[in-house]
C-alpha cells in the first residue's frame, strides 16, 4: 500500500516529464523543482487557512474544502511557475534554434536556482507540515494496511491521471498536443499554433506536479527545499519505466516503481531503496529503452 | 494575385536554398514547381507556410504580406498544405486526423464538420471506410488521399501540395490527380510541387521550373510538356521520351550521351 | 528541441585574438611571456596568506583539474555527464582505504587511484554508452547518487562518518607533505600540467578527431569507420581517470573524506565550469574551474562581499550571512544566462571560434554555375594520373576482375512495413552501377543496409570476401565499402582537412595509449594520414578549402568534400547517394568526371540518381527498384527499353492524361 501511494505520486509528477518531453523531446529536469513549489505552496496555504502543526484533525466538509483549496493553490503556483519557466528560459532557446545541450544545462541552472532560492528563503531545515487529516486505518487487505490518507492520495491521483488522459484523448487542444508530438511541422501546417501547445503541456505538467506536492505533503508531512530531487529523479524513472512521452505509461511506471521500490527496501533494507530505484532505471534504459509501453504521447489514444 | 512571391532568399544555415525566387498563383489557377531534387521546390512550399524563414524578400496572400507570420496564422488565412511524405498523424485515427484538419476554425464540433466531411468522403470513399483506423496503418495511397482529404477540412482558398504522387502505384497515381482536378474545378486554387514531373504539366495550367534554388523558366504548362530540353531535364530524360510517348522511337537519339543531362 | 535553421550566436571570441596576437609576437617576447606566466603560478603563491594558499590548493586547483578531466567527456567527445562526481569520489575513496586500513603510502595508492577510477568510468560506460544524449545525462547522474548512497551505507567505507587519518604523502625532493597548503597546491599544478598534456595529445590524434567525429554526427562517424562505442568508452575512461586523481589529491591532502564531500551538485558545479568557460576549449576550461572556485572565495573575505550578500539577501528574500550560501544559486542562474546569452561559453574553443575569423568566413555558398565548376576541372594529364594514384593506392583488396559487392536476397522491414522485398545484385569491380527508382522505392534503405546501417531482415551482403551482413558499420567501411549520404552529412564544425582525415584514420590504427606516448604508428599515421587527405582535396578540387570549416563550404564543395572523405576511407566500393542532387548542369559534368575519374582509379562505384540522363550517360550497368523490388537490371539501353521499366517507373503512360 505504501508503495502504491508512493507510485501514485511518482506517477502524476512522472506526467510533466511525459507530456514535456513528448512534446518538445526534452528532458525538463527542473520538473522536480515545481513539485517542490507544489510542497510549499500547500504548506502556506494550509498555514493560511489558520492551520497549525498540533491543531486537531479535520473531518467532514471543513476538509474536504480545506483539501480542496490547498490543491487548487498548490496546482496554481506550480502550473504558473512552469510557464514562467517556459517563457522565460526554454522559449528564447527553441527561438535560437539551441542544440538540447543547452536546454539540458539550462534545466539543471533553473533547477539550482530554485532549490537554493527556497533554501535560503526558508532555511535548509525540514518544515513541519500540519496534519490535516486522521490517519486511521480502514482494513488491512492481504497485510497491506490501508489508511484513509493513503486512499485519498491514491484516489485522487488517478482521478486527475484519468482526467489528464481524458482532456488530452477527447478535447481540440487536447488533440493538438498529440499533433504537435506526433509531428510539430505537420501540426503547424493544421493551423495549431505550437508555442501554445508547449505552454499548455507545461501548465498541464505543472498543474500536476503541483497536486502531488499537495499529496506528498498529506502523506510525509514535511517539506524542505531539496525535497523535489529524488522524487523528481524517481519520477523520471517512471516515466522511462512506462515509456516516456507515453501518458498511461507514466501511470503504470509510477505504480510498478513504488511498488518495486517497496519491495527493495524490504529485501535489501530502507537505506538501499535508493539505490535500487537507480539500478532499475539503468537496466530499464539498457534492455527497453523506449520503457514498458513504448514513446510516444499520440499512441497514448483513446 | 492570390499569392504572389517576390526575389525570395532562405537560408539553410550558410547555404542559400533560394536565390531569389519569384512566381504568382492565380485565384483558380493549378500551378506546379518543377525541379530535380534539391532545386528548393519543398523549400518553397514550406517558406510560404511559413516554415522556414525568409532571408529577404516578400511572399503576399490575397494582397496580406505573409512572410513571419505563424504558420498557424497563415493557415487561418486560407491557405494550407499537404506536406511532403504526407504527414499523417499515425497515432490518429481517419476521424481524427480530420478533424486536425479543421484545428484552424476553432471552437466547432463534430456537427460543424459535417458538409466538410461529407465533401471529403464524397471525393475519397476509402477514407469513410477507414474513418476509424489508426493513420500510421493504412496504405501509402490511403494516407495520400487522407493528407489531401485533411488539407481540404480548414475549407482553404489554396493548397499547397508537395509530391503527391511520391510513392505511389501508377494507378492510384492517376486517380489522386484526377481528385485534384475535381478540387480545382470546386474551386480551390493549387500550387502543386511534383517529382513526377510530366503527370503534374499536364494537370496544370502553368508552371515554374526551379533549378538550384531559382526560377529558370515559367511558362504554360503544356509549352514546358512539349519542350525537348525539359523533357531530356526534368520529364525522366530521354527514357520518357523515347518509350512513354513513342514506345522504342528512340527520341532524340540521347542514349548515353552526357549532354542530355544538361538544360541550356 | 526542435531546431530553426539560421539561428545567431553572438560573435565574440576573446581566446583567438589573444592566441593569434601571441603567435605573431617575436620569439623572445613570446617566451618571456611564457616564462612570466609560469612564474606567476609558482611563485605567485609564495607572497600569499596560507588561508589563499588553501583556497589555491581547493577548491581552486581541483576544480580546475576536474574541469579538464570533465571536459574530455562534455567538451571532446559530446557525451553529457551529470555523475562526474562519482569518478572523484572513487579515487578518493581509495586512497583513503588504501591508506588506513591496508597501510599503504599516498604514493603507492596513486596508480591505483587513477585505475580504478578508470575502470568505474568503463562500469559507467560500457552498459550506458549506447543511450541517447539526455538519457545518458540522467544514468550517469543516478550513477553518481549510487557511489555516494554506497558510501553512506559500506561500513567498511566509513559510513556517513567518512573516513579519518589518510596519509600525506611522503617527501619528495625535500618537501614534506603536511597540512601546509603550498606542496599540494604544487602537486595540483603539476597534475594539471599533466591533464593538459594529456588532452592536447589526445585532440591531435586520431582519437580526438574521432571524438570530435562523434561529437558532430554520431551515425556518420561510424560509416565514417570511428568505432564510436570503443571511442566513447576512451572519452569516458580518460576523463574518469583525471577525476580519480583529483579524488587522490584531495584525500592526501585533507586527510579526512566523508560522503558529503561528494553531493550530486559537485558534479553541476564542474560542469558550470566546463560549460561557461568553453567546452572544448582548455583555457576557457580552466578559466571556469578558476572563477567558479575563487569567485566565492574571493567574494566570502572581500569587502564587497558583505553588500553583495545584503544586496541578495534583500532581492531573494533571504537572510544569510555568507556570501558563498548563495554560490549554488548563483551558478543555477549563470548556466541559465549563459545558454541564453552565450552558449558558447566565455573563452570558446579555438575550433568553434575558427567560424568567426577565418579568412573568407562569407564564401557564397551556393554554387553559381560554370565558374564554380572550375575547381574541378581535371589538370593536366601528368596531374591526373599522379591524382589517380592517390585513390588506387588506398585501395586494400585487389582489383582483380570479380564480384566486389554481392547482395542476397536481402529484405528489411520497418514495423510491418516492407522496404526491401528479396533484392538481389552483384557489383562487378571497375563497373559504376546506377540504382534508380520512384522515391521511396527503398534505393536509400538499400544504402543503409549495405554500410550497416540499418540491419537487414534477411538475406547476405558480401563485400569482396567479406561477408559483412549485420556487422557495425566502421567493420563494413574497414571492409572496404564506403557511402555518402543524401542529405550531405560532413562534421560541420571540422575543417574540410579533418573531415578527410577522420576518413583516412579508418585504416589507422593508434588509440588511447600510443597517442599518449607518441609511438612510431602514431607519427607515422599521422605524417601519411595528413599527406593523403591533402591530395584528396586536391583530387576532388577542393584543395584550396582545406582549412575551412566544412559548413561553410559551397554546397557542390560540400558534396566533393564528403565524396573525398569516403575516399580517404580506402573503399573498393564507393556508394554515392544522389550525388548530383541540387547541382546545375555544369555541375553535374563536372561530377560525372570525377565519378568516372575515380572509377578510373580502381573504385567501383553505386550510384542513386534521379537524373536519368546523369545516370543513363555515366553508368555501365543499372538496377531499379520499385516499391523494395529490384524489378529490372541491366545495361543502361536494355533498362531504357524495359517494358516493366517503364510501366512501373515511369508513371502514367501518355494516354491517361
Redo the contacts between chains.
Sequence with gaps: MDGLTLGAIYALIALGYTLVYGVLRLINFAHSEIFMIGVFASLFAVHALGIDVGDPAKTGFVLAASLIVVMVVAMLASGVTAVVMERVAYRPLRRRGAPRLAALITAVGISLFLQELFAIRYGREVLGFPRLMEKRQLFELWGANVRTDKVLVLVSALLLMLALDRFVARSRLGRGIRATAQDSETAALMGVNIDRVIMLTFLLGGLLAGAAGTLYGLFFEAARYNIGFLPGIKAFTAAVLGGIGNIRGALAGGLLLGLLENWGSAVLGGEWKDVFAFTVLVLVLMFRPTGLLGESLGRARA | MLLELEDVRV??????AL?GVSLQVDEGEIVTLVG????GKTTTLKTI?????V?SGSVRFDDRPISGL???RI??LGL??S?EGR?V?????VM?NL???A??R??RGRPALRPDLERVFGLFPRLAERRNQ?GGTLS?GEQQMLAIG?ALM?RPRMVLLD?P???L??ML??QIFDILAEINRQGTTLLLVE??A??AL??AHRAYVL???RVVRSAAAADLLDDESVK??YL?????A????GD?DAEGG?????S????P | MTSRPGGRRPRLSIVEPVSRWFDRQPFWLRLLIALAALALVVLGPLGLSSYWQSVLFFPVGVFVLLALGLNVVVGSAGLLDFGYVAFYAVGAYTTAVLGTTHGWSAWQALPVAIVLALVAGVVLGAPTLRLRGDYLAIVTLGFGEIVRIVAQNSGSLGEARGITGIPHPSPVLGTAFTLRPLPYYYLVVGAVVVAVVVTVRLNRSRVGRAWSAIREDEDAAEVMGVPTFTMKLWAFAVGASMGGLAGWIYASKVGFISPENFPFFFSVIVLAAVVLGGMGSLPGVMAGGLAIAFLPEYLRRAAAGETITDWLNKLTGGNVADVTEYRVLLFGAALVVMMLFRPQGLLPSRKRAAELTQASPETPPAPEGAEQAGPAQPGTASEREDEADVVGALIRDGTDAGTVLEIEELGVEFGGVVALDAVSLKVRSGQIFGVIGPNGAGKTTLFNCVTGMVKPTTGRIRAGDHDVTGQKAHRITRAGVARTFQNIRLFPDLTALENVRVGADARHRTSVPGALLGGRRHRREERTGDRESRRLLEYVGISARAGDLAKNLAYGDQRRLEIARSLATGPTVLLLDEPAAGMNPSEKRALVELIRKIRDSGVTVVLIDHDMGLVMSACDRVGVLDFGKLIAEGSPAQIQHDARVVEAYLGVPTDAA
Excluded at chain 2, 507556410?49 to 524563414?53: N, Q, V
Excluded at chain 2, 525522366?236 to 520518357?240: A, K, P, S, T, Y
Excluded at chain 2, 542530355?260 to 538544360?263: D, K, Q, T
Aim: glycine share 22%.
Design positions: 537560408h539553410y544555415g550558410k547555404v542559400e536565390k530535380g531534387n534539391g532545386a507556410s511559413g516554415l522556414r524563414p532571408t505563424a504558420p498557424y493557415v487561418r494550407c498544405q506536406p504527414g498523424f499515425p497515432g490518429m485515427t481524427e478533424e486536425m484538419g484545428y484552424a476553432s471552437g489508426a501509402g485533411r480548414a509530391e504522387s511520391m510513392g502505384a501508377t497515381v492517376t517529382q513526377n510530366a503527370q499536364r494537370l533549378e538550384t534554388g531530356s531535364a525522366g530524360g530521354d527514357v520518357e523515347g518509350v512513354g510517348e522504342g540521347g542514349d548515353g550521351d552526357p542530355a543531362s544538361s538544360v
